[in-house]
């Protein structure tokens, strides 16, 4: 029986919905990222900063292109994939029976793989700039910085769990948008504000350093299990489920 089911749903995987969901989710990730990362090099371009040393501008400026380009890459991807652009969400989603864990896999496959090419574009396309990575700052450990990106995710993913429950009406990806960029705001000099291990593992792979790497993983990936949770069972735990079978 378990096999049977596995399979059944490994076939649900696999259907032309399907695949049209992971090129949404692809195409959504690259230009999201393209945006917050070549924000990143724009503004240290103009403004003449190090990579490691960035200033308030670089903070306003990725902010604002992180709330911008989620807002409407979550918005053009929601009724085909969920929207989900980033595998903190889908892992959420997951958590919450939202989604099937082959299905997951697979949106993981797509958001990571966009990732990398859209900062692999702006590589080539750049020359002389190197890709941004995020880093911690000096004096946090990597277990707090764990802890601010799960407190950071807990906070995006609840957002979207709360903006894809038809109850608060069709504002649901300016309402993430939104969110996101506060975050960033909120504790980009410290973690560095990424949220999603897709966009942390993109910049690490074309600029060649992993150091920390897994604090935008182990951390985004429990804050986001729990939020999941706590909507779902806690806060509206007689209400119907809100998100559909893809999420947002």
């Not at 032309?16 to 959504?28: K, M």
């Not at 670089?58 to 929207?83: E, K, Y």
């Not at 601010?148 to 957002?159: A, C, K, P, T």
Request: hydrophobic share 50%; net charge neutral; glycine share 10%.
């Amino acid at each position: 029986m378990a096999a049977a089911s596995f399979t059944s749903r490994f076939k649900q995987s696999v259907t032309a919905g399907a695949l049209r969901a992971y090129l949404a989710e692809f195409i959504s990730t690259f230009f999201y990222v393209f945006a917050v990362v070549g924000s990143a090099m724009a503004s240290r371009k103009l403004t003449s900063e190090s990579a490691t040393a960035a200033g308030p501008a670089s903070l306003v400026l990725v902010a604002i292109a992180n709330a911008f380009a989620l807002s409407s890459t979550v918005f053009v991807a929601a009724n085909v994939s969920g929207g989900h652009l980033n595998p903190a969400v889908t892992f959420g989603m997951a958590v919450g029976g939202h989604i099937s864990v082959s299905t997951a896999l697979f949106y993981w496959v797509s958001q990571m793989s966009a990732s990398v090419m859209a900062c692999l574009l702006l590589k080539v396309a750049t020359v002389s700039q190197d890709v941004p990575i995020f880093t911690i700052a000096s004096e946090m450990t990597g277990f707090g910085a764990s802890m601010v990106e799960g407190v950071l995710s807990f906070g995006l993913v609840y957002s979207v769990y709360a903006g894809s429950d038809p109850r608060n009406g069709r504002s649901g990806p300016v309402v993430i948008g939104v969110m996101a960029g506060a975050m960033v705001l909120a504790a980009g000099p410290f973690s560095g504000g990424s949220m999603n291990p897709a966009l942390a593992f993109g910049s690490a792979v074309v600029a060649g350093r992993f150091k920390n790497q897994a604090v935008y993983w182990v951390g985004p990936l429990i804050g986001a299990a729990v939020a999941g949770l706590v909507y779902d069972n806690v806060v509206f735990r007689d209400q119907a489920s809100v998100p559909g079978e893809t999420g947002v």
